[in-house]
């Protein structure tokens, strides 16, 4: 079993800053790519950002500049930092994994979700 734990959410003003973090837990052997996808209401879940087992990155041309993904692979966690926000990136964020089980089965798992809402 793998669990995939998102925290760091809130409220923040325009132009401010959050940092997201996605722990994953349970019988992982290695962590492939990890991925941060937004849902805002009434609109379907995209793609924010990816991050491959070697690091190499890529964004939505709606937060490129202003969002980096990063990952910890001792303490199997990926970020999410969120620079310069706009209302518009109000949703909820999750968190989605390949990962390699310690049985070497390949899972894909999600995150329940934080809220990131920004507003004045």
């Known amino acids: 079993q793998v669990q995939l734990v998102e925290s760091g959410g809130g409220l923040v003003q325009p132009g401010g800053s959050l940092r997201l973090s996605c722990a994953a837990s349970g019988s992982i052997f290695s962590i492939n790519t990890m991925n941060w996808y937004r849902q805002a209401p009434e609109k379907q879940r995209e793609l924010v950002a990816i991050?491959?087992?070697?690091?190499?990155?890529n964004y939505a041309d709606s937060v490129k500049g202003r969002f980096t993904i990063s990952r910890d692979n001792a303490k199997n966690t990926v970020y999410l930092q969120m620079n310069r926000l706009k209302p518009e990136d109000t949703a909820v964020y999750y968190c989605n994994g390949d990962l390699t089980l310690t049985t070497r089965s390949r899972v894909n798992s999600w995150g329940r979700g934080t809220q990131v809402t920004v507003s004045s």
């Open positions: 991050i491959t087992s070697g690091g190499s990155t």
